[in-house]
């Protein structure tokens, strides 16, 4: 049985909330080997409340039981929130209450379904009014889908589950507020409940990332007029690799040209000694009499005779499913257990996403791991990015990844072999997807890396309400949300060679920040390596105070912990960028962050893009004889050479190098950077740098990029030639000219892939100048390094060349395209430091 500090803090729950069955059943077998500290069975509103108002008491989480199809519904030491008595499912004629909205006007009706009720619950309810609502394929799958996306029969025609919600009943995890959001009907409003203030805002999280945010109590759909579905199904049995691969890609080009009330869906399997595909067709009509008659279709001449064909209701539709009836003798009646994770992918026919597939099943470490392709499109990718909390639009299947196993061996190497294998195709398969499916994952670190596509552009915004909405983290094993970002600050990674005196520098500028700037400022010294340190001793039972304190016993050990570390990172690669976020995110109270220990050879290029709201910089200490940069491959921010006794060169670089980062024009010129959304594609937020050029002035006439605009002013101001690079043609030769990849803008606009040349006059800059390159932007980095291999080809070496850019996006990893392409030792400055795309 499991214990925890808060477990005598239970039967003051018990005491107000019924306690639920002990007999609990849920279907996920990831749970299933979890024990929770209670499951509590809410038969009302205000037991909800409670639940919550104890959690915030006693500073525990909650988890939530919907359709129990979830990993992360019962959780160790936690606190379950059984919904399975808010049962009822509600049909309203459209505007009863004399409002229908636009989004609205296309439906049949609304209806009002409690989180405890099952996508077959609401089905059966729903068909016996003539109406239906799109939500999942499974009949047994409940809330937890509908808020976090719901793929189904009806995504073609008519978009997801959560594009169906129009109004929700919640309680709030940061009071234990009743709320109501969207269209409620007031009969189904809880007495007390009031609309929140950032109502838009909470409708919008719901609508795809619902289960973050609160506890829903119901939801209300708009309903369509039930349809009548003809499925025709096939097997094909597969010789070898390329005859499958060969399928693939006739059944891609097959399934772009359906109309939007059909959709095809594919398996992906091995039986009986070979690979198997498997296919259903689904056509959906309102017509009654559509489908009493089968007529031919032109996948037949592609799979060859259909295996059946039948015309079914919502509620026979279930049992049509491929994967109940005749994959393996049917998965249905409780005899297998499965893990799942899906992506989004787009032509599955291309060669390296077919491959993968392929693969993936041939490497299947249990005859029963399949995989299914559900097909998008229609309705799925008609809805705007901004609508909802959904984040990945742009997709023509999602790849259901299937591990299963038999029942009786959940928690063995079987089941654990089928999990790895799972994680181990969506690795693969991630870099060619346009996204992840958010509804399965959880705080497994393998899911970190799909939980960072699950949202999309979405993901600063919902991290942000997730901070505001559920600051405690009540509801802390939901779908893994970022962070929310961090104000702007300036976070400074001191490095130098080993006995620089790093800490010591650190800890001076820590501080004279707070009495030497013009605002009142705080700072911060903390050391990356401390982490390493704690862990290293929890393994070793070395002295941790004496690893922190004691330099003598740290060198001592030194070796041992760098063996340590380096073991850790084969482990996790990620480990350095999960311990500088988490110095970063314990540090959300201060200004200026000074970071030592780093182990990193380029840190601003390898962490940058982590932290895009704030300026990274390099100081390196080279007081101890390190300030030869040549055997460097990275250019520091700042060197600092401590030549005098006493803290007064440490102080002088803060006051000359640092503070100016915080003056007040630097933001002026921050405000002056429009911001356009959904442009020049919807999702994507374009920030105009040029806006800065053009400020109210007397007459400024520029013509061609950007970056001549504030080049040419700078060059008149310190009075030295100006050399301008164009695209080939635009310059009277002699000319050098080399390849420029497209501009980030310039590809996310206009879908451009072709390359073209840059050139430059070829005796325009002498041969060993030195040179400083002015940008407007650095993004991906493409244009920079063009420009500096043109100058290469000019005679200027990296050495004598500097960079100053206007406004840089870190999150595009500019910096270390840079690094990876030999220009790492140029010296890039920028003004600004700007967050998103």
Excluded at 66 to 73: D, R, Y
Excluded at 771 to 785: E, H, P, R, S, Y
Excluded at 795 to 816: C, L, N, Q, Y
Aim: charged share 20%; proline share 6%; hydrophobic share 40%.
């Amino acid at each position: 049985m499991a214990a925890s500090e808060h477990t005598t803090t239970i039967p003051e729950l018990t005491a107000q909330v019924p306690l639920g069955a002990g007999d609990k059943t849920v279907k996920n077998p990831e749970a299933r080997l979890h024990r929770a500290a209670s499951i509590m069975r809410p038969t009302e509103v205000g037991h909800v409340q409670q639940c919550v108002r104890w959690a915030l008491k006693h500073g525990v989480g909650l988890t939530v039981i919907g359709g129990g199809h979830s990993g992360h519904c019962l959780w160790p030491n936690v606190v379950s929130v059984d919904m399975g008595a808010f049962d009822q499912v509600n049909i309203l004629p459209t505007g009863e209450d004399g409002r229908v909205s636009e989004a609205e006007a296309e439906a049949e009706s609304l209806v009002v379904a409690e989180a405890g009720c099952t996508t077959g619950d609401i089905v059966r309810k729903t068909m016996a009014a003539g109406v239906t609502v799109p939500l999942g394929a499974r009949p047994s799958v409940g809330a937890g889908l509908w808020l976090q996306g719901g793929i189904g029969h009806l995504a073609r025609p008519h978009g997801l589950a959560c594009d169906a919600i129009v109004g929700a009943v919640v309680v709030g995890v940061d009071s234990g507020r009743a709320l109501y959001v969207g269209r409620v009907p007031s009969q189904h409003r809880p007495v007390g409940a009031v609309r929140p203030e950032n109502e838009p805002e909470l409708l919008w999280a719901i609508k795809g990332a619902g289960t973050n945010f609160g506890i829903v109590v119901s939801v209300t759909f708009k309903a369509y007029a039930a349809p009548t579905y003809s499925v025709r199904s096939w097997v094909v049995p597969l010789s070898d690799n390329l005859e499958a691969r060969l399928r693939l890609s006739d059944f891609d080009l097959f399934a772009r040209g359906l109309a939007p009330n059909c959709s095809v869906d594919a398996y992906l399997y091995w039986d009986i000694n070979r690979l198997h595909l498997g296919v259903t067709m689904l056509q959906s009509s309102t017509t009654r009499l559509a489908f009493e008659t089968p007529t031919p279709t032109p996948l037949g001449t592609i799979l060859g005779p259909e295996d059946s064909y039948k015309a079914v209701d919502g509620i026979g539709l279930f049992e049509t499913e491929m994967y109940m009836s005749e994959m393996h003798g049917g998965h249905g009646g409780g005899k297998t257990s499965s893990f799942k994770r899906c992506l989004f992918l787009k032509r599955i026919g291309l060669a390296d996403v077919a491959g993968v597939l392929v693969a993936a099943v041939e490497t299947r470490p249990s005859p029963l791991c399949y995989l299914q392709l559900l097909q998008g499109g229609g309705a799925v990718g008609d809805v705007t990015a901004s609508t909802t909390a959904f984040g990945c639009r742009d997709w023509d299947f999602a790849c259901v990844l299937t591990g299963v196993w038999p029942r009786d061996q959940d928690g063995t190497e079987t089941a654990r072999a089928a999990v790895r294998w799972v994680y181990h195709v969506a690795g693969d398969l991630l870099p060619l997807s346009s996204g992840a499916y958010g509804a399965d994952l959880g705080p497994d670190p393998r899911d970190a890396a799909l939980a960072a596509k699950a949202f999309g552009p979405h993901r600063p915004r919902l991290a942000r309400l997730k901070q505001s909405l559920d600051p405690r983290n009540v509801l802390a094993y939901a779908c893994p949300l970022p962070k929310a970002p961090i104000e702007q600050k300036l976070i400074l990674l001191v490095t130098g060679e080993s006995c620089a005196g790093k800490d010591y520098c650190a800890d001076i500028w820590a501080s004279v920040v707070p009495t030497c700037t013009p605002k009142s400022l705080t700072a911060r010294a903390v050391s990356i390596s401390d982490v390493t340190k704690r862990e290293y001793a929890a393994a070793t039972g070395a002295d941790l105070n004496r690893l922190l304190k004691d330099r003598a016993y740290k060198d001592q050990h030194r070796p041992a912990l760098t063996t340590f570390f380096q073991c850790q990172v084969r482990q996790r690669p990620r480990l350095p960028e999960e311990h500088f976020l988490d110095l970063v995110h314990g540090a959300v109270d201060v200004d200026v962050l000074l970071i030592t220990g780093m182990r990193d050879e380029a840190p601003v290029a390898a962490f940058s893009h982590l932290v895009p709201d704030s300026r990274l910089l390099e100081i390196r200490d080279s007081s101890n004889g390190g300030s030869n940069l040549t055997a460097l491959d990275s250019h520091p921010s700042l060197l600092f050479v401590n030549d005098t006794t006493g803290n007064e060169a440490a102080k002088r670089l803060a006051e000359h190098s640092l503070f100016p980062f915080f003056h007040e024009d630097l933001q002026q010129l921050a405000n002056m950077v429009r911001s356009a959304p959904d442009f020049p594609r919807p999702g994507m937020e374009f920030r105009h740098v040029l806006d800065i050029s053009q400020q109210p002035v007397d007459i400024v006439v520029c013509c061609e990029a950007g970056s001549f605009v504030f080049a040419s002013a700078l060059a008149a101001r310190v009075d030295v030639p100006l050399a301008l690079i164009r695209e080939a043609g635009k310059l009277p030769p002699p000319t050098l000219s080399v390849r420029k990849s497209p501009s980030y803008i310039s590809s996310s606009a206009s879908n451009e892939s072709g390359e073209k040349r840059i050139e430059i006059g070829r005796d325009v800059v002498p041969r060993g100048a030195s040179v400083v390159v002015v940008d407007d932007v650095l993004a991906t980095g493409k244009t920079l390094c063009a420009v500096l291999q043109l100058l290469d080809e000019a005679g200027i070496g990296a050495a004598d060349v500097s960079v100053m850019v206007v406004a840089e996006f870190p999150i595009h990893r500019g910096r270390e395209r840079l690094r990876q392409r030999g220009f790492g030792r140029v010296n890039i400055q920028s003004l600004l430091i700007l967050g998103g795309e």
